[in-house]
């Protein structure tokens, strides 16, 4: 059995340790927590544990003596140092930043791993903005004419890097007459990155919403809001009726869309959180 596995593809840099000592052990007969410890320089026995657990983070020190016993160097060594950059980042901002190092470090081949498109594709409202509009029947591949049917503030630059992001990875596609089909749901496989694009779409979202409170005149936009209580329990319940709300919302929608070949491409934003919490004892 190989006793080395690779950095490349992974989000979680405890993953990858857990993943380094089960393989080594499986490799080698009586190899331990104390054997890396003696091979990276540490006194404690169980650091490797420990962080694999979460009981301990990495520091740029203990970092260097980690690739000693990994035996990582050269672009492998940049990758680990990344990876755990990105996943001890304590902002969304430097997540990102580190993402995208991961991604110019890791070999083409083996990019689509990372989950990029995908954080790529809610990383701005556009894009699936533009997977709906596609699907119009009148839908011009013009970014001047996609400009003037969009209500949101955006760039031409911006509308044209997001056509060809859908374009380039298919997901949208023209058939021989011209006519635009999408690509079903994305899937994103990684908890790291899955966690760190829904919360850049939500804060777009947000930021979009402002926008439109402005700019919208109040015939088109619906801004409401309700203040209730209820007990502490109750709040998941009241999460599971939001979502099956919008999955309700989403069923209408879709057989409205059969009924008319014009149609609008709408955004629609439900929030909901405490605004108390518990009193201290």
């Not at 026995?45 to 740029?60: A, D, M, S």
Request: charged share 25%.
């Amino acid at each position: 059995m190989s006793t080395h596995i690779s950095i490349y593809g992974y989000t979680n840099f405890r993953q990858f340790l857990s993943d380094f000592y089960q393989t080594k052990k499986a490799g080698k007969r009586g190899y331990s927590f104390r054997q890396f410890s003696q091979a990276a320089g540490f006194k404690s026995p169980n650091i490797l544990k420990l962080v694999i657990e979460g009981q301990r983070n990495l520091t740029p020190q203990s970092i260097e003596k980690f690739l000693e016993a990994l035996n990582l160097s050269g672009n492998q060594a940049s990758y680990f140092r990344s990876l755990v950059a990105m996943n001890q980042a304590e902002s969304d901002e430097e997540r990102k930043e580190h993402l995208e190092s991961l991604q110019r470090l890791m070999p083409h081949a083996k990019r689509h791993q990372l989950d990029t498109e995908a954080a790529e594709y809610l990383s701005h409202w556009i894009y699936p903005v533009l997977r709906e509009l596609v699907q119009h029947n009148d839908f011009r591949d013009d970014p001047y004419w996609i400009q003037r049917r969009l209500t949101g503030r955006i760039d031409i630059k911006e509308i044209v890097r997001a056509l060809n992001f859908l374009k380039k990875n298919s997901l949208i596609s023209k058939d021989a007459e011209g006519r635009f089909s999408v690509k079903d749901d994305m899937v994103i496989s990684s908890d790291e990155i899955k966690s760190l694009a829904v919360r850049t779409y939500h804060k777009c979202a947000l930021e979009q919403s402002l926008a439109a409170l402005v700019d919208l005149p109040i015939d088109q936009r619906e801004f409401g809001a309700l203040i209730f209580q209820i007990p502490d329990q109750s709040l998941l319940e009241l999460k599971q009726r939001l979502k099956s709300f919008r999955q309700e919302l989403h069923e209408w929608a879709l057989e409205q869309q059969k009924k008319a070949p014009d149609n609008t491409v709408v955004q629609l934003n439900l929030q909901m959180f405490p605004q108390t919490k518990k009193a201290l004892t």
